[in-house]
């Protein structure tokens, strides 16, 4: 007890140095957990979307269909019997029936290359609420006599088009024959992901598969579950009792998308080191001058009888007062900060067109789970303690003498 009055009043000798170093660890701290905050958040958004708004949980498809760079060959005739088992399932929320065909549309006066999509706009809908990304027109209104097609804006801006405009797609059906026809464009949408926007376009799937004469069957089935987080248990077990059929979950599709989830607290990991790593010598270099300012203090103090152990704790407990200080008003700080942003959002639209690029929002919601928090003040005690270590041994090395000789 006597060693944490003193070294608390040594602390306040000097108060602005000591506030600078409080200051740094709060700001510090503050800023590591912000970039945390702020990674995990946008990572959680980029996942959201890509569940919502590209491949949903789990996909079903022809092993050849993915291996073949989806060929209009590889159908599975079963997609009914497929869809009555997997509805069967508790965790399973919503399916949807796809057919994917690789094709060309065109206008008057351009062209381009597509991924058709044919899908039940009721399945759709309820499997990813497409209907809410409309920019513009109606989803699959029906009113027209003409076939109906959803493109992107961005696919709308490529090639001068809007609402009520006709164009035609041209594919080749799975014994290759060619097919042209004309669609009426019913709905414009948007999504984050402009790279996608660009290729993808969505027609009724009663529409495309008398043009296709599949009688139908299906590419692809999108699964919709109640939980992120069990679409690679559900794919490896429904890919055991079914083989044949190819299930895959969001992060096989997805595999960018994976290698960041599984490299996300490895990459914190380091940025938090590199940010406790500059603290922690910043804390060593403020502790070595204050032994050097007290070299003659602390000689007299040895030449009193205080040993070494002693001294090297009072130097210890100093460097853990100080940096506690920082530590709890940087993550404190840190968390309302985070608070406050994970409320508000961070606007970044003056980037937007390079975020798009990438399938991320313009406007990110920094959020960081309390274990996190803890993880980052444990990183932060192990660094106090790594600080404080040299500056106290050097103190024990003080040879009392010669220190009580220093002016």
């Known amino acids: 007890m006597m060693l944490l009055r003193i070294a608390w009043r040594n602390i306040w000798r000097n108060r602005l140095r000591s506030l600078v170093v409080i200051s740094a660890v709060t700001v510090g701290l503050t800023a590591g957990v912000f970039v945390w905050a702020f990674y995990i958040g946008s990572m959680k958004q980029r996942i959201n979307e890509v569940i919502e708004t590209e491949v949903s949980h789990v996909q079903v498809h022809l092993p050849a269909f993915r291996e073949e760079d989806q060929n209009v060959s590889y159908l599975m005739n079963n997609c009914s019997e497929i869809i009555r088992i997997l509805k069967k399932d508790p965790d399973v ?32 809908t309820a499997l990813r609420n497409l209907e809410k990304n409309l920019v513009s027109g ?37 014994d290759g024959e060619l097919v042209s026809h004309g669609f009426k464009i019913a709905g414009i949408y948007k999504t984050i992901n402009g790279l996608m ?26 699964i919709r579950l109640k939980d992120n987080a069990d679409a690679d248990q559900k794919a490896m077990a429904w890919n055991r009792e079914n083989p044949g059929i190819l299930y895959e979950s969001w992060l096989d599709i997805s595999p960018g998308i994976r290698l960041a989830v599984e490299m996300i607290d490895l990459l914190l990991f380091v940025i938090m080191v590199v940010i406790l790593g500059a603290l922690l010598f910043g804390i060593i270099n403020t502790m070595l001058m204050a032994i050097l300012e007290r070299t003659k203090e602390m000689g007299v103090l040895m030449a009193l009888g205080m040993r070494r152990g002693k001294l090297f704790g009072m130097v210890m407990i100093e460097t853990i007062l100080l940096s506690l200080f920082g530590g709890v008003t940087g993550i404190l700080s840190g968390r309302l900060v985070v608070g406050f942003l994970g409320e508000s959002g961070i606007n970044l639209t003056s980037i937007s067109e390079v975020l798009e690029e990438y399938g991320y929002p313009a406007i990110i919601y920094p959020q960081l789970d309390t274990k996190y928090y803890g993880f ?4 932060a005690i192990g660094s106090t303690l790594l600080a404080g270590i040299y500056p106290a041994w050097k103190a024990t090395r003080l040879n009392p003498v010669e220190s009580m000789r220093k002016i």
């Open 93 to 124: 929320l919503n399916t949807s029936e796809r057919l994917v065909v690789n094709g060309m549309l065109s206008t008057a006066g351009s062209a381009t290359g597509v991924r058709i999509y044919g899908v039940d706009p009721h399945e759709e």
């Open 138 to 174: 109606e989803y699959f209104p029906g009113k027209s006599r003409s076939p109906e097609i959803m493109i992107s804006k961005r696919l709308a801006e490529k090639l001068d088009i809007g609402i009520g405009k006709r164009v035609k797609l041209d594919f080749q059906t799975a």
């Open 197 to 222: 926007d660009e290729i993808i376009v969505y027609v009724s799937r009663r529409e495309l598969s008398g043009l296709l004469g599949t009688d139908g069957a299906c590419h692809e089935i999108a």
């Open 376 to 379: 980052v003040a444990a990183m």
